[in-house]
């Protein structure tokens, strides 16, 4: 099969759209129906429904489209096999992504230590909210994703990739500081949350509703978009809020934040890494995932 016209179908039916599809794969609208015509053609059956508002695929679309990102996956791997040097070196790019929370602190350093160790591969980290990561994962953009929630999408698979906690922290002289604090207590207590979409704020919410609250109980004042934002607000006193452990490490040691724990309220959560579903990883991704296992683990 021309695998040319199988990226070509893949690509509209995660677009749902032939102009959005050409614009992914720089080439001409015309080319792409082209393309997914004479796939048409060859199989006697229609992959396409193009009568809607958004191109739909049919039965038979689906069942191809699940094959072919499978075929795709295996050609990539393949192109990466032959590419690398003949002794072995891992080489090329490393195009991921990671929510504000891992970001802040685990990822670059992992990624730093793996770059140096492998000095012919180039590292692009893009960083933003864990929904839009997944999605960009998803549409491939990305080759990996490391979230802090794993989001149920048909396009993605998520792994267990190491765990964090969600801890409350506030100013050094807050009267939560160094306690164990009441649900009551935080209620009438201003709190700062992260954005609709982050990782953290989604564990949160969850173990929240475990105790039968819900984030329109509490006092919240502030959504910023940015853990950093958040943490500065914090150390300002401007309130309290739940964050990343890993995050605040250096803060909680040198007294410029202090941790409190809500009772009854666990909030320990796994940092997920996401990958298409059907796609095969490169040997660049596959190496940095076994360094970043035994480099976190440790």
Known sequence: MDTRQLAAFCTVVERRSFSQAA??????????????????????????????????????????????????ALEDQLLADVASSSEGAIAGDLVLGASTGPAAVAVPVVLGEFQRQNPETRVFLTVSDTHSIVERVAARDLELGIVGAARR??????????????????????????????????????????????????????????????????DV???????????????????????????????????????????????????SLASATGRARTRVAEGFVEFARERLSS
Not at 175 to 185: D, K, M, N
Not at 239 to 244: A, E, P, R
């Open 153 to 218: 999408h048909r396009g993605v698979r998520f792994e267990p990739f190491f765990s964090d906690e969600v801890i409350l922290v506030c100013p050094p002289g807050h009267r939560f500081a160094g306690r164990s604090v009441t649900l009551a207590e935080l209620r009438a207590e201003q709190l700062i949350l992260m954005q609709d979409g982050a990782g953290v704020r989604q564990i949160v919410e969850d173990a929240l509703r475990r105790q039968g609250v819900k984030l329109r109980d509490l």
């Open 23 to 72: 614009d992914r794969l720089g080439v001409t609208q015309p080319a792409v129906s082209l393309q997914v015509r004479s796939l048409e053609k060859r199989l006697g059956t229609q992959l396409l429904d193009r009568s809607g508002r958004r191109v739909e695929p049919t039965e038979a679309g689906w069942q191809l489209y699940r094959g072919a990102q499978r075929m795709l």
């Open 221 to 271: 004042r502030l959504e910023l978009g940015l853990q950093e934002s958040v943490r500065r607000a914090v150390e300002a006193g401007y309130g309290v809020t739940f964050i990343s452990r890993t995050a605040v490490e250096a803060e909680l040691d040198a007294g410029r934040l202090a941790e409190a724990r809500v009772e009854g309220l666990e909030a320990t959560r796994e940092i």
